[in-house]
């Protein structure tokens, strides 16, 4: 398997995808290819990786083709520095048509270097609890930890099978420690020997996510994405692209095939 | 269902035999043929046939050979040693039923018979010695004599070849001249057998085994003699001497049906009906036997029943909610809980067997009374071949489970179409019986759909080994089918299960034993089922491991009922327990759900006879709160038995009574005198809370309720006038209730301090409204205390007027003395409440009124983990209310606080009320109810309801919320229905919702079963109708005290008045 890394010809930031693709490739055990829709000449200074160059063509469509191939497992993405509004056009078209997770490289996020500490934010539902089971099937490991983040807003999702914190605390003495096992039996069920973490707060989603990802000095948020900017929505990832202190890794949500009848 | 013979038998046999009796083969059997035989007889006897088995070995021979081991003593039963012994064969093996035994006479006889006979044939040139044989027999062994035949096809020399050395020409001839001799001399009651090398002579043959059968199976179970079917092997004479199963045609037994499947050369005996074919004849005998019955045995599957209204229903598999399905579907009774759990298990079930009041020492911090799990016996796992079969095992095709609320049984249906393309249905039908609540049983059944094959199930136990509460688990195989598993407490109780896997009866699948499982299977053509019976008993004991053997008895009877009178006590005793308690709801499905469901998982919690348990927070469904006991049961369950079982509410006051020491050590133990009862109990009446918690975020929390919670001594003593009021039952009171009520009333007279201002004191405090820790005089605690002392003054002079002799004994024996009483009332009376009679408002601790307002948009929506969504330091600085607090204490003290003074307070605290807590929304819908604001009544009835059903706390996984269901019925019925003891009367007061077309509630009050059917009549109106049965009842219509003697009543409440209905 291999983590496909759309190279956009600008040396920095190229660079810079580069390494944390090859990081992320280290820890997930796939290879790395690039892909580059230009001219050779403006990747020449890149490090030594074995990329596909494109000389003319549509490159969100180039990078569709290519990651259609059964061997690609992820694509690495660079983002717009933050001053530009949105996130540009290639990315947000393989955004919603990818059906491959999305690492997305800001420049300024914190390198993931060896990749130790994983944030998986989750709200509690079973359908945005995929970026949870890709991330213990892609990279639980030893020495490798994963920390679970919910957000505790006083809502709970209508969904079945969804878990949030508890709106009522009969005895907390009994109370944290249920819930705490059965979040994790319910959304993280790797045993792989990486350690899991939950860690719940209270507080704006966004906010709260950018603060643990900064002071758990974690190297990777991985999201469960539903692949529609369409209107408002994705709210959280929208503003993750701006906001995230490292690297992002949006896992197509799939809807689990149960229940049945 | 008639059912034609399944084998090419002759017309004869084409019918159903109640009684089969065959000669045992003996080494004449190989292992398959013994197998096969085994197979039969026990599916034979599953069916409810009579086996009998005829023979001259003994019992550990053939039962080394046969091993078949019936569920139930009673079918079959070994005829052995020629007459002399008789045994029936149960789950365990054999048991001696009789054996003849010789008397001295008799034995004399027969050494002198042997010596007689050993002197003719020595007379004849033969080498004859006597010597003693086996029990009541004596031989004549003969000397072979001579080599014989030497070379190949060599055979030793045989009696027959003896004998003819003597100048007989056969052995018949031997035999009777021994006869004649016998004769001769004065024995002719003696029976001479040739056997092996010897002539055995005895006063017992095969005849006496054949009267046995006819006289136990036949005549002793009234049946006729053409229901016994007997099949032998050779009747006719052989080389002169009559067959040996020529025996077994007595006279007397004409009409039975004889077969024989030997080789009879010249002819069979009349009465006879000569098959051939040797013993595999035998066999399709026996399989034609099972054939005609199985089909019908089949039919019999238990279904849940079809009304929707009864039936929780779970469609598909959501991995996600598994563990939630699990709880939801526990089937209990009381005295253990089975989790809803596969029975195959998966990855993401939590299977469990719960015991109630069952605790050991936990070897982890904190160190605090835990359950000592119980071995979990519902494992069975299926395989197709060698492949276990399984949800994750190919594609589910269909999936569903349904709890039968009516009958306490939870069934499954699955169909699975596993990796190889092979299609599978399984059902599953299991209860823990509330007939004989030591007892639980499974019925499962697998078919092939489209194929044929191996099918296998294998039983399994789950066991807890040691750590944590337990000391020690052991696994042994039982003495019959099945195992035998124990489970010992660190410092406390233990358990032990007996668990067996059976074919059930007209399943053609077989039994054998694999190490740890019970492994029971077959090949099966597409269409045929492999079903078994999975029978459990389980015996506890609080302080020791409890007797194994009673554990193996449980288990054989239950075994001797089987599965399906098993089934049917359960199902009567569930439906005498639903007579009493079923709230049928007309025009809201949902809420007629929740109620059912409620009350089924009420019923199945609390124990009605065993006073050392009472109901654990979350019952037997969860090992959350660790089964400790909380006021929950006193202030939300125990109004639902009071009322519907007053047995099951006094034995669950019982368990206080009992522990009375426990909670006047605790007292002592913070300096005070009394009986402060633990804020969470478990077997001792010690103090259980742990000390300390894990927060959310992972930090440690002090836990004060353990050490500040003490309004709970108060909530026993409510419970205990309730209950007395509601039952009348004055030996309670005298025996147990008023002991209660004086122990805590002291505790609070000891309690309270005197402050500057003059006035009496409770001092750092938690209330029910647990957001606000270390309070001073919180109104619910102080006002309740109050009542408790005043009650016990009432009381102990209800006992003066009825027992002088038994008032002064209890209060010799407590040392209450009038001084003391006296500043019991100085401190009831002193005793600050914070009530203001200008608002009606209690003031809900010192200093509430002072707290921060917090606007009432950021307590919703509710319910709201408030303390954690605002955070705890703003809970203590705010107005902020965890759960019903002052709410709860009108609620319960509605005797003595007025109407207004209650609905103030509901007014004033609703809104400040997040309810954060699963005790809060019951009760709130009952008051809200009461005081007709419906609407209210109705968001909080529902927001109770799913609690559970709609795990909206997210915990449901961890066991159900039993305060919360008792709250349910106490909104249904006090609140709703408004049905509310008076002291010794009942309102009656309806506020039905909206959609509540009709209600009806029976209840138990004083004696006296009353039925109340509340009927919207339109137009505002209610029209109530009453059944009153044993004793009459006082009913208030609107203040009016009505007597309504037995019989059927009918009133009608339009606006405030009320009109009886003629």
């Known amino acids: ?261 | 269902m008639t059912v034609r013979a399944q084998r090419n038998l002759p017309d004869e046999l084409d019918r159903e035999f109640a009684v089969v009796c065959f000669t045992w083969p003996g080494a004449t059997a190989d292992e398959p043929m013994l197998r096969a035989l085994r197979s039969a007889v026990e599916r034979l006897t599953a069916l409810g046939v009579d086996v009998a088995i005829v023979g001259r070995a003994g019992v550990r021979e053939v039962d080394e050979a046969l091993g078949a081991r019936p569920g139930a003593e009673g079918r079959l039963f070994l005829l052995l040693r020629r007459g002399a012994e008789l045994y029936v064969v149960g789950p365990r093996g054999p048991r001696l039923l009789e054996r003849r035994h010789l008397t001295a006479a008799e034995q004399t006889d027969l050494d002198a018979a042997a010596g007689l006979v050993a002197e003719r044939l020595r007379g004849r040139g033969l080498e004859a010695t006597p010597v003693p044989g086996p029990e009541t027999r004596v031989s004549v062994e003969l000397a072979s004599g001579g080599e014989g035949r030497v070379g190949a096809g060599a055979r030793p020399r045989g009696l027959r070849d003896v004998v003819a050395d003597a100048g007989f020409d056969s052995v018949r001839r031997a035999v009777d001249t021994v006869l004649d001799d016998l004769a001769e001399g004065g024995f002719p009651g003696i029976h001479v057998y040739a056997e092996g090398m010897a002539v055995e002579l005895g006063v017992t043959d095969r005849a006496d085994s054949m009267r046995a059968v006819a006289r136990l199976l036949v005549a002793g179970r009234d049946r006729d003699i053409a229901d016994l079917l007997v099949v032998g092997d050779v009747f006719a004479p052989v080389h002169g001497v009559d067959g040996p199963d020529r025996k077994l045609l007595l006279p007397e037994l004409e009409g039975a049906r004889f077969v024989s499947v030997g080789e009879e050369r010249g002819g069979p005996p009349p009465r006879v009906l000569h098959l051939g074919g040797g013993w595999a004849t035998l066999l399709d005998v026996l399989e034609d036997q099972v054939a005609r019955r199985e089909l019908v045995a089949r039919a019999r599957f238990p279904e849940p029943t079809g009304d929707p209204a009864w039936r929780y229903e779970v469609k598909g598999f959501d991995p996600f909610r598994e563990r939630e399905i699990e709880t939801l579907l526990t089937v209990a009774n009381g005295e253990t809980g089975t989790r809803g759990s596969l029975e195959e298990g998966s990855a993401v079930s939590t299977p469990a067997t719960l015991v109630a009041g069952v605790f050991g020492d936990d070897t982890a911090e904190p160190r605090i009374r835990k359950p000592v799990p119980a071995p979990d016996w519902l494992g069975l796992r299926l395989k197709i071949g060698s492949t276990p079969l399984t949800l994750a095992n190919g594609e589910i095709v269909s999936h569903h489970r349904v709890l039968d609320l009516r009958s306490g049984v939870v069934y499954r249906y699955w169909r699975q179409r596993e990796t190889g393309g092979r299609t599978i249905s399984v059902r599953t039908a299991r209860f823990a019986s509330l007939d004989d609540r030591a007892v639980m049983a499974l019925r499962a059944e697998a078919v092939p759909e489209d194929f044929s094959g191996r099918i296998v199930w294998e039983g399994a136990v789950g066991v807890t080994h040691a750590g944590g509460p337990v000391l020690e688990t052991t696994f042994e195989p039982g003495e019959g089918p099945g195992f035998v598993v124990s489970t010992q407490g660190h410092k406390g109780g233990g358990h032990v299960l007996a668990v067996s896997t059976r074919p059930a009866a007209g399943s053609p699948v077989e039994r054998t034993v694999d190490q740890a499982r019970d492994v029971i299977g077959g090949r099966l053509e597409a269409g045929e089922p492999a079903t078994v019976d999975r029978l459990a008993a389980i015996v506890s004991a609080r302080t020791r491991l409890p007797s194994r053997e009673k554990a193996v008895r449980t288990l054989e009877r239950a075994g001797q009922l089987g599965f399906e009178e098993l089934l049917a006590r359960h199902e009567a005793a569930w439906a005498a327990r639903w007579r009493d308690s079923d709230l049928v709801v007309e025009g809201d499905a949902a809420a007629q759900e929740a109620l059912r469901f409620s009350i089924h998982h009420l019923i199945s919690t609390a124990h009605p006879d065993k006073e050392t348990v009472s109901v654990g927070a979350r019952g037997l469904s969860g090992m959350s709160y660790f089964m400790h006991v909380f006021w929950d049961t006193e202030v939300f369950v125990l109004p639902f038995f009071i009322y519907t079982h007053p047995q099951t509410a006094r034995t669950l006051l019982t368990y206080r009574y009992r522990l009375l020491d426990g909670a006047r050590e605790k007292a002592r133990g913070l300096g005070h005198r009394g009986a402060l009862f633990p804020w969470e109990s478990a077997d001792r009446g010690a103090e259980t809370t742990p000390p300390y918690g894990i927060g959310p975020g992972a930090e440690v929390v002090p836990i004060l309720s353990g050490l500040m919670e003490h309004h709970i001594s108060a909530d026993v003593a409510w419970a205990v006038w309730e209950y007395w009021k509601a039952t009348a039952d004055d030996a309670f009171m005298d025996e147990m209730g008023v002991e209660l009520l004086l122990e805590t009333a002291r505790f609070w007279a000891s309690r309270a301090v005197l402050g500057d201002d003059g006035r009496h004191h409770i001092n750092e405090v938690v209330g029910p409204d647990e957001y606000h820790e270390d309070v001073d005089d919180n109104a619910y605690t102080n006002v309740l205390a109050r009542w408790n002392i005043r009650t016990a003054i009432v009381a102990l002079r209800w006992l003066e007027r009825r027992s002088l002799t038994r008032a002064t004994e209890l209060r010799a024996r407590l040392r209450v003395t009038p001084r003391e009483l006296e500043s019991w009332r100085q401190v009831a009376d002193g005793l600050a409440d914070g009530f203001d009679p200008a608002t009606g408002l209690y003031e809900q601790f010192k200093g509430f009124y002072a707290l921060d307002d917090v606007p009432l948009e950021r307590l919703r929506p509710r319910p709201m983990a408030a303390d954690l969504m605002l955070t705890r330091e703003v809970t203590l600085r705010s107005k902020v209310i965890k759960q019903a607090d002052v709410v709860m204490l009108c609620w319960l003290l509605s005797d003595d606080i007025p109407d207004e003074v209650a609905r103030a307070n509901y007014k004033y605290y609703e809104p400040l009320t997040t309810h954060g807590s699963s005790l809060s929304p019951g009760i709130h819908a009952a008051v809200a109810a009461e005081f007709g604001d419906l609407a209210a009544a109705e968001a909080a009835f529902r927001m109770a309801c799913d609690i559970d059903l709609g795990d909206t706390m997210g915990n449901a996984a961890r066991g159900l919320h039993m305060a919360t269901m008792g709250g349910i019925w106490q909104a249904a019925v006090m609140g709703i229905a408004g049905i509310r003891r008076r002291d010794e009367a009942l309102v009656v007061d309806p506020n039905l919702l909206p959609s509540w077309r009709r209600l009806s509630v029976p209840l138990w009050f004083r004696g006296a079963r009353a039925h109340f059917d509340l009927e919207q009549a339109g137009g505002g109106r209610v029209r109530v109708g009453i059944a009153v049965e044993h004793a009459p009842v006082t009913v208030l219509f609107g203040g009016v005290e009505r007597r309504l003697a037995p019989g059927a009543h009918r009133w009608v409440r339009d606006g405030a008045a009320w009109e009886e209905e003629t």
């Open chain 1, 1 to 261: 398997m291999s983590l496909l890394v759309a190279l956009s010809g600008h040396g920095e930031s190229d660079a810079r995808l580069l390494a944390d693709a090859k990081a992320l490739a280290e820890a997930g055990g796939w290879d790395v290819a690039g892909l580059h829709v230009g001219d050779r000449s403006d990747i020449a200074g890149l490090p030594d990786v074995d990329t596909e160059v494109i000389e003319e063509g549509e490159v969100a469509a180039q990078v569709a083709r290519r990651a259609a191939a059964d061997d690609v497992e992820v694509v690495a993405l660079g983002l717009r520095t933050v001053p530009k509004p949105g996130i540009g056009s290639v990315a947000q078209a393989l955004l919603c048509e990818l059906g491959d997770p999305l690492l997305l490289v800001r420049p300024g996020m914190r390198p993931i270097g060896r990749l130790q500490r994983l944030l998986v934010p989750l709200e509690g539902s079973p359908s945005t609890s995929e970026a949870m089971r890709y991330a213990d099937d892609a990279f639980c490991a030893p020495g490798r930890e994963i920390v679970m983040l919910h957000v505790m807003t006083g809502t709970c999702p209508s969904e079945p099978g969804s878990l949030p914190a508890p709106r009522m605390v009969d005895q907390e003495q009994y109370e944290w420690p249920s819930w705490q096992e059965e979040f994790t039996l319910r959304f993280a069920q790797c045993a792989r020997g990486g350690r899991h973490r939950l860690v719940a707060r209270v507080g704006d989603p966004v906010a709260t996510m950018v603060r643990e990802a900064r002071d758990l000095d974690a190297q990777l948020v991985v999201l469960s994405w539903w692949g529609t900017l369409a209107g408002e929505r994705a709210p959280v990832v929208r503003a993750m692209f701006e906001e995230s202190p490292c690297p992002l890794l949006l896992v197509p949500a799939v809807r689990p095939e149960w229940p049945v009848g």
